[in-house]
T-cell receptor, first 116, second 114 residues
Framework: AQKITQTQPGMFVQEKEAVTLDCTYDTSDQSYGLFWYKQPSSGEMIFLIY??????QNATEGRYSLNFQKARKSANLVISASQLGDSAMYFCAMRELPSNTGKLIFGQGTTLQVKP | SQTIHQWPATLVQPVGSPLSLECTVEGTSNPNLYWYRQAAGRGLQLLFYSVGIGQISSEVPQNLSASRPQDRQFILSSKKLLLSDSGFYLC?????????????FGPGTRLLVL
């Protein structure tokens, strides 16, 4: 069965520094998709970045990049130049085939606190 | 782009009372719709999903049910709430069935059962 593991319950980072949030996954499928979402204290889930299992390049979206290591089954989120507004909970999620249902499996999340 | 509305935003209900949470979507048609529950400080658990009107798939056996009476309306219900039903309920929407299709979420409903 597919599983997402986020081993860091909480992380601290100094403003303007980079931070890496860990995510490992378990799947027997060759085709899958990996997502990262941000959840601020308001509760709404905000999509950040996507990586497909067959994508050759690591995904990037502005200050967010995904360090995808397929052999190690890890998809770590890197946030560069942290800002105070980055303080939130971050979730890694995975989608397997069949993709038409769109079902996502989420990890337990990592709380990030950015210090001024 | 789609907009997802959920109401109410907050709800306090006694044990044994009924529940109805509503989710409506604007800006898209024939979406996949999802209900998730999140316990405090935890990840999201998929409760139900729907790929079309009247089509509901349940992921977790429980005393909750879901219905989709219209293309862009998704309702979560219970006849008798339990204390364990407390949590943050999120509705999500997805258009298209490709692997990389993004799910977008509504603002959520915080439910406290006393």
């Amino acid at each position: 069965a597919q599983k997402i593991t986020q081993t860091q319950p909480g992380m601290f980072v100094q403003e303007k520094e980079a931070v890496t949030l860990d995510c490992t996954y378990d799947t027997s499928d060759q085709s899958y998709g990996l997502f990262w979402y941000k959840q601020p204290s308001s509760g709404e889930m905000i999509f950040l970045i996507y990586q497909g299992s067959y994508d050759e390049q690591n995904a990037t979206e502005g200050r967010y990049s995904l360090n995808f290591q397929k052999a190690r089954k890890s998809a770590n989120l890197v946030i560069s130049a942290s800002q105070l507004g980055d303080s939130a909970m971050y979730f890694c999620a995975m989608r397997e085939l069949p993709s038409n249902t769109g079902k996502l499996i989420f990890g337990q999340g990592t709380t990030l606190q950015v210090k001024p | 782009s789609q907009t997802i509305h959920q109401w109410p935003a907050t709800l306090v209900q006694p044990v044994g009372s009924p529940l109805s949470l509503e989710c409506t979507v604007e800006g898209t048609s024939n979406p996949n719709l999802y209900w998730y529950r999140q316990a405090a400080g935890r990840g999201l658990q998929l409760l139900f999903y729907s790929v079309g009107i009247g089509q509901i798939s349940s992921e977790v056996p429980q005393n909750l049910s879901a219905s989709r009476p219209q293309d862009r309306q998704f309702i979560l219900s219970s006849k008798k709430l339990l204390l364990s039903d407390s949590g943050f309920y999120l509705c999500a929407c997805q258009t298209g069935g490709s692997m990389g299709e993004t799910q977008y979420f509504g603002p959520g409903t915080r439910l406290l059962v006393l």
